[in-house]
């Protein structure tokens, strides 16, 4: 009783000022500034992160992916929750996870298919296995989750047919798996033939970061499988649509339900070649695919009109000559038309269509959907875009290619959905003191007509209304050339412009990708340590337009080091830097940079390179993707030496003076520690300069975004110790020869 009456007085209160009840449920009880703490590393183990939200097609509830930090604080686990989307009521647990995922709406909005994956298997602990996930479904009133499906090796990606009877979905599964697992279900015995753990290699690409060592005996196809009329009816048997070699991926249904539409690359060796990859169609019912969309350059995220007769596609058009850099543009074409229909309603737009500001706090698991997304009357498509360090929602006219902005703001919108009539949307939105909350957005006419977001979720409120956050300062400052630069930084809580901070240069990987206004811990907790923190978008960063991404192409490292030591030199202007500590750390194309720099200057107290690379002609022969075409090297090692050499750290290694830490993955195939990490430190202890290599077992390139909970921690405490003992001074031995 009592708890009621008190809901009543909220919901009172709510309806004189305006607000909801959700609204107030949110809202944190907000502490005196000098009552608050600073950000801890060890936070990271309480964070709450909000993934693949679906609105319901009648826009009046939300299911999402809740993520967090299991007990061990070895991995993650995923749950579905929901929310309504007028803040009514606050949102509640609606599966029982705790690895549940890819939640989809059936098309009346009775029913939600989502997969269920088992425990992970995989030995490469950083991320998780997909192997002998299945569908399920769960009525949206709720109740008991009921599978659907019963494949080896698993199934996922669920699609409802337009009728709702039916879910299309891909699998691995190949006739020989399946044929053993049919005489399992017989009760018959297996046939005894010895399998062979030995890989046999052909292909140039035989493993990715992340999901390993890649298996063509296995391409993903797709299937379908009818859904049951009645509870408790038995397990329907799926079908499958397509066979072949080639892999299928994003399969969409047609209006009417006949036809699948997917994306494919039927090419075997696609490295020797330009990127590319085309839209297909195959029958419902099974039949022979057919190419629908072929434009030269590949094709991503599509999305057919609610007529049927456009789709609506990202990707981009490979230029006559290979770029390093290629910016994403958004296309309109009549579905089945020629490559040569395909009109680009961003080639105005100077601008990133689709991916995202690069921080260290999108959700770990459980996916950051940013679809192509028509309009309900069909004059319009709506897309995420990258301008300047802000991702927001864009709103193109598909007849013109007029744009305007959907959603405004210093923020990411990390992930997004729409009801059919694009009436109303959920998104999840980050900012530099927010990881991610839901919002619902009302969308009524023109943009302009839009309504203000409604908050919908604030799981990590409790936690951050006790912490002492600030956000970061937009700076934009000459480099040596007269090229504007834009950078962020992000000054200790409490600052005093009349004291002296170490300086801590931070750089982003890629290299074309941008930091920007999302939540980033490693720079709130470096800052918490006392010291400043300059995180720039150089010359090749994405989101700045095509000329200023493609310019470093043949030039990497090169001038971008030069726009990176002028945004230091602008803040040691300032006169709030301590000149004698300076340290600088960057992970990818942050990690060759940061080895880059030490061979070039002195001026660094300390660096910390993370997941590097120290010689470019290593990594040409050992990364997890093909180098084949002049994107960013004119030709292989042997043909052209110089170049290699003349760009790669270890080949000015005797000029390091620096002390040196290395970051390394030991599960990292996209920049393996063979032709990075592994060489530097090699060859500074012969020349006994101070250096360090720190190895997480089973981690791959993601450690920092996606890694084990625990190791992401302790990489944090290993590179903030490496500078407090370099550049504060601090007695720190963890580091010395035993």
């Known amino acids: 009783m009592p708890l009621i009456y008190h809901r009543s007085r909220a919901a009172v209160v709510a309806a004189l000022f305006g607000l909801t009840l959700g609204a107030l449920l949110l809202a944190p009880r907000l502490l005196p500034a000098a009552e608050k703490r600073l950000i801890t590393e060890t936070d990271l183990f309480q964070f709450v992160w909000v993934a693949d939200p679906r609105i319901s097609p009648d826009g009046k509830q939300v299911v999402f992916v809740r993520v967090t930090v299991n007990k061990k604080k070895e991995g993650y686990e995923m749950a579905l929750w929901i929310v309504p989307t007028d803040a009514s009521q606050p949102a509640r647990p609606f599966s029982a996870g705790p690895r549940d995922s890819s939640p989809r709406w059936s098309p009346d909005g009775r029913w939600i298919a989502f997969e269920r994956s088992a425990e992970p298997k995989s030995p490469e602990a950083g991320t998780p296995s997909t192997e002998g996930g299945q569908i399920w479904l769960i009525a949206a009133a709720g109740g008991e989750a009921v599978q659907l499906t019963d494949l080896i090796r698993g199934a996922g990606s669920p699609v409802w047919s337009p009728d709702g009877r039916t879910i299309a979905f891909t699998a691995r599964a190949n006739d020989k798996d399946l044929a053993k697992q049919e005489k399992q279900k017989k009760g018959e015995k297996a046939d005894e033939e010895h399998e062979s753990d030995v890989r046999v290699i052909s292909r140039a690409v035989y493993r990715n970061n992340g999901s390993g060592y890649l298996d063509p005996n296995r391409p993903s196809h797709l299937w379908t499988v009818a859904v049951p009329a009645a509870a408790g009816a038995p397990l329907p048997k799926p079908r499958q649509i397509t066979h072949g070699t080639f892999s299928e991926r994003e399969p969409e249904w047609s209006h009417d339900g006949s036809l699948l539409v997917f994306n494919s690359s039927h090419v075997k060796e696609e490295y020797y070649q330009s990127p590319d990859s085309d839209l297909w169609s195959v029958p419902a019912a099974g039949g022979e695919p057919q190419k629908v969309i072929d434009i030269a350059g590949p094709i991503n995220d599509f999305a057919l009109s609610s007529d049927g007769k456009s789709v609506a596609f990202t990707g981009y058009l490979n230029a006559e000559k290979p770029r390093s850099y290629n910016q994403p543009d958004l296309f309109v074409a009549p579905l089945g038309g020629s490559g040569g229909s395909a009109r680009n309603l961003a080639a105005s737009f100077d601008f990133d269509v689709e991916g995202g500001v690069s921080g260290d706090q999108h959700p770990p698991r459980g996916g950051s959907p940013t679809p192509v997304v028509w309009s309900g009357d069909g004059k319009y498509v709506i897309t995420s875009t990258q301008e300047r360090g802000r991702g927001n929602l864009r709103r193109f006219d598909a007849a013109t290619g007029a744009s305007e902005l959907l959603t405004t703001g210093d923020q990411e919108v990390v992930s997004y959905s729409a009801t059919p009539d694009t009436s109303r949307l959920a998104l999840v939105i980050s900012t530099p003191t927010v990881i991610g909350d839901l919002y619902a957005l009302d969308v009524t006419g023109s943009p302009a007509k839009a309504g203000k977001p409604r908050r919908l979720t604030g799981f990590n409120d409790e936690l951050f209304s006790g912490l002492n956050l600030t956000a970061p300062e937009e700076i934009e400052y000459a480099s040596f050339d007269g090229r504007k630069i834009q950078a962020w930084v992000q000054k200790p809580p409490g600052f005093d412009p009349a004291k002296k901070y170490p300086v801590i240069l931070n750089i982003h990987g890629g290299p074309h990708s ?113 180098q084949f075409q002049a994107t960013w090297f004119r030709g292989a090692p042997w043909e052209d030496p110089q170049d290699f050499a003349a760009r790669s750290p270890i080949t000015l290694i005797n000029k390091v003076k620096t002390p040196l830490m290395l970051i390394e993955g030991e599960a990292d195939y996209r920049t393996p520690s063979t032709s990075g990490g592994e060489q530097m430190f090699r060859a500074l202890k012969y020349l006994k300069v101070p250096t360090v290599m720190i190895r997480f077992p089973g981690e791959s390139h993601e450690l920092s975004r996606s890694g084990k909970p625990w190791h992401r921690i302790e990489r944090l405490q290993h590179i903030v110790a490496w500078f407090d003992k370099y550049l504060q001074g601090q007695k720190i031995d963890t580091y010395d020869v035993p």
């Open 514 to 626: 941008a930091y920007g206004y999302t939540f980033d811990h490693e720079f709130q907790w470096m800052a918490a340590k006392g010291y400043v923190v300059l995180y720039p978008n150089p010359r090749g960063s994405s989101a700045y337009g095509q000329e200023f991404g493609n310019v470093i192409q043949y030039h990497y490292p090169g001038d971008d080091y030069k726009d990176l030591m002028a945004g230091v030199d602008e803040l040691i202007r300032r006169g709030y830097i301590d000149p004698k500590k300076q340290g600088v750390t960057g992970g990818s194309g942050g990690g060759i940079l940061t080895n880059w720099i030490v061979t070039q200057t002195d001026r660094f107290a300390a660096a910390a390179a993370q997941r590097s690379i120290a010689d470019w002609s290593a990594f040409w022969y050992t990364a997890d993707f093909a």
